[in-house]
């Protein structure tokens, strides 16, 4: 079995933004890349004077690029992906295409005169000047968002949500529309990780999480079952490719995992759903291994081969016909999505309202 993450690298020019409203901000908090600078890029940032770390004096106006000069919005988009080491992740966080991302980061590396990331063939990793530009930039924007959120008006309800990227992307993104149309002053800070993030360090408010429940550290409701099935790209049932008419003819195509079903007690992977299916003798273990659901959905969107499929996190492709069920089987599944309360919320009407309408998002089918 080949244990891999998915990366996107797209070559396109065009900024193509698909930017959602400006009432809510993308962060992060998964692990961000080690730290490791380098002589030479450190005393690059100096002489461009670049995010206020150059020297104290000031040389000549020809060595320095002025302050409004700094590309911010590139600024945003590389740290994204290189935290995501995936362009396409970063665009879902940014709700710009995979190619807006690229743009903006050959944007930045024009202006800083140094390549930021090798491109491989739907691979990117960083180079060394990329990870030491990385490594400080996270830091830097968290105390950005830090200092905003001190400073915003107070009319202005705000909530911190904490959830799995799949869940923000696939579910959540989707709908944001409506919750501003009903409650156009509510406005939300999104965080996605696949780590539960901690209520009380982290400031969040409301987590929607994915496990079996039995939170400690917060009160948790159930929101919706997650069953598992088999899903994959309508092109896969077209002419020419293998036929996909029984479970057995999963032996002829290609089998994707995430690992959020490995090792976790009634989380069913595919070993589980060919039991169920009666296919015993297809190999369970064949095909790569993704960090994530998301990823491995995404695969599937691509046509590289069957993924099993979260319920909700595939509904909004099955419904746009990015995705299909070959199979009508689905297994049950020990996990769930739960709405989970800090301290935070504890008096809240702002977390009411978003509970309230989460509830009556599932509802709507």
């Known amino acids: 079995m080949v244990v891999a993450d998915e990366h996107q690298h797209v070559g396109m020019q065009g900024?193509?933004?698909?930017?959602?409203?400006?009432?809510?901000?993308?962060?992060?908090?998964?692990?961000?890349?080690?730290?490791?600078q380098t002589t030479s890029f450190r005393a690059r940032i100096?002489?461009?004077?670049?995010?206020?770390?150059?020297?104290?004096?000031?040389?000549?106006?020809?060595?320095?690029?002025?302050?409004?000069?700094?590309?911010?919005?590139?600024?945003?988009?590389?740290e994204s992906a290189a935290r995501h080491l995936s362009f396409q992740a970063a665009a879902a966080e940014l709700f710009v295409t995979p190619a807006a991302v690229s743009h903006q980061v050959k944007r930045l590396e024009a202006y800083l005169g140094v390549g930021l990331f090798h491109r491989g063939h739907r691979v990117v990793e960083l180079t060394g000047e990329g990870k030491a530009l990385a490594a400080s930039l996270g830091d830097l924007f968290g105390q950005l968002d830090r200092?905003?959120?001190?400073?915003g008006a107070p009319t202005a309800a705000t909530l911190r949500i904490s959830t799995m990227e799949s869940f923000a992307a696939k579910w959540l993104a989707?709908?944001?529309?409506?919750?501003?149309?009903?409650?156009?002053?509510?406005?939300?800070?999104?965080?996605?990780?696949?780590?539960?993030?901690?209520?009380?360090?982290?400031?969040?408010?409301?987590?929607?999480?994915?496990?079996?429940g039995g939170y400690?550290?917060?009160h948790a409701e159930h929101l919706m079952d997650?069953?598992?099935?088999?899903?994959?790209?309508?092109?896969?049932?077209?002419?020419?490719?293998?036929?996909?008419?029984?479970?057995?003819?999963?032996?002829?195509?290609?089998?994707?995992?995430?690992?959020?079903?490995?090792?976790?007690?009634?989380?069913?992977?595919?070993?589980?759903?060919?039991?169920?299916?009666?296919a015993p003798r297809v190999d369970a273990s064949r095909g790569p291994v993704f960090a994530s659901i998301y990823l491995a959905q995404e695969a599937a969107v691509a046509g590289h081969g069957v993924a099993l499929g979260v319920g909700p996190l595939v509904e909004e492709d099955l419904q746009r016909g990015r995705l299909v069920r070959p199979f009508g089987l689905a297994v049950e599944n020990a996990y769930a999505f739960w709405?989970?309360?800090?301290p935070r919320a504890e008096g809240n009407p702002a977390v009411e309202i978003l509970c309230r309408w989460l509830r009556n998002e599932t509802s709507r089918g």
Do not use: M
Not at 147 to 151: E, H, K, M, N, R
């Open 174 to 212: 989707p709908r944001l529309h409506r919750l501003h149309r009903e409650h156009p002053d509510l406005k939300l800070h999104i965080e996605t990780g696949n780590e539960h993030a901690n209520f009380t360090r982290d400031g969040i408010d409301v987590a929607i999480r994915y496990g079996p």
């Open 216 to 218: 400690a550290d917060a």
């Open 339 to 342: 709405i989970v309360r800090g």
């Open 15 to 36: 900024f193509v933004s698909h930017a959602g409203p400006p009432w809510f901000r993308w962060r992060d908090d998964l692990q961000r890349p080690a730290r490791r």
């Open 147 to 151: 200092a905003l959120d001190q400073v």
């Open 226 to 278: 997650a069953p598992v099935f088999p899903v994959c790209a309508p092109s896969l049932l077209a002419e020419g490719h293998p036929p996909l008419a029984t479970p057995d003819d999963l032996s002829r195509h290609t089998l994707l995992h995430d690992q959020s079903a490995t090792g976790r007690a009634g989380v069913p992977d595919w070993a589980a759903w060919l039991k169920a299916a009666g």
């Open 46 to 78: 100096r002489k461009n004077n670049l995010l206020g770390c150059g020297p104290t004096h000031r040389p000549s106006d020809a060595t320095v690029k002025p302050r409004h000069a700094v590309p911010l919005t590139a600024l945003r988009a590389f």
